[in-house]
């Protein structure tokens, strides 16, 4: 479904991402994992267009979209959701939803709100309420269904635990699951790596800019250098 292969991402002289591949199956939840500054937002970033790649490229569905104008990859069916929600604050949740529908025929904007608010009834509550007055919870859950409104088929997800209380992670985490098994396919950047791991069918390990470890998640969650440096054991 998506494949990254052999990118080079520069911030000016800084090269912040070296020789990076991997690839994420149709229907596969895959997590970045690796601590502050690792890179794992700028590689998100370079796959929905918003950096550019010096070398290498970045294929979704068999096609290479490492040239491709953001707002063209959202069409063709790939949605990011950034780090730190960047919901419009001055507008209500409804806007913000309709936005996320910005390359999506008109016809489809109705149904694709009423399958948001199925999945987050909260955002239905609080429709007409702006983003701003929205605990970080909320403002996520809207972040997500933003993104879903585009039709996408594969949601890159940066940090969605974030600043969110534990109950709201646990809540967040379980949505993610179950937009998975419903056939979204995923790639989640997460510094809680734990609760990644605990999620993911695989997972790459990244340290300054480079992959240094890779397997099944389940693997990885039981390996003593991931344990040391990762999650706390």
Do not use: C
Not at 13 to 33: C, Q, R, Y
Not at 89 to 97: P, T
Not at 156 to 163: A, H, I, K, R, T
Request: a positive charge; zero cysteines; hydrophobic letters at 45%.
């Amino acid at each position: 479904m998506l494949k990254v292969d052999n990118i080079n991402v520069y911030y000016g002289n800084i090269h912040a991402i070296k020789d990076v591949s991997f690839e994420v199956n149709e229907g596969e939840i895959v997590t970045l994992i690796g601590a502050n500054g690792a890179g794992k937002s700028t590689i998100l970033k370079t796959i929905s267009g918003l950096l550019r790649t010096k070398t290498g490229d970045v294929i979704l569905k068999g096609e290479s979209i490492k040239s491709v104008a953001p707002h063209k990859i959202v069409a063709k069916g790939l949605a990011h959701v950034p780090e730190g929600r960047r919901v419009f604050l001055a507008m209500s949740v409804e806007e913000n939803l309709e936005m996320g529908a910005y390359t999506q025929p008109a016809s489809s904007v109705a149904p694709n709100m009423q399958e948001v608010f199925q999945w987050f009834p909260r955002l239905k509550e609080r429709r007409r309420q702006m983003a701003g007055t929205l605990s970080g919870g909320e403002q996520q859950m809207l972040a997500m269904g933003r993104a879903m409104m585009s039709g996408a088929k594969v949601l890159l997800l940066d940090e969605p635990s974030m600043g969110l209380s534990p109950l709201l992670v646990k809540e967040i985490f379980e949505i993610i699951t179950e937009l998975n098994k419903r056939g979204m396919t995923i790639l989640l950047v997460e510094q809680n790596a734990q609760m990644a791991l605990s999620v993911a069918q695989r997972a790459y390990v990244l340290e300054t800019g480079r992959i240094i470890m890779q397997g099944s998640a389940a693997e990885l969650l039981n390996n003593d250098s991931v344990r040391k440096a990762y999650l706390g054991a």
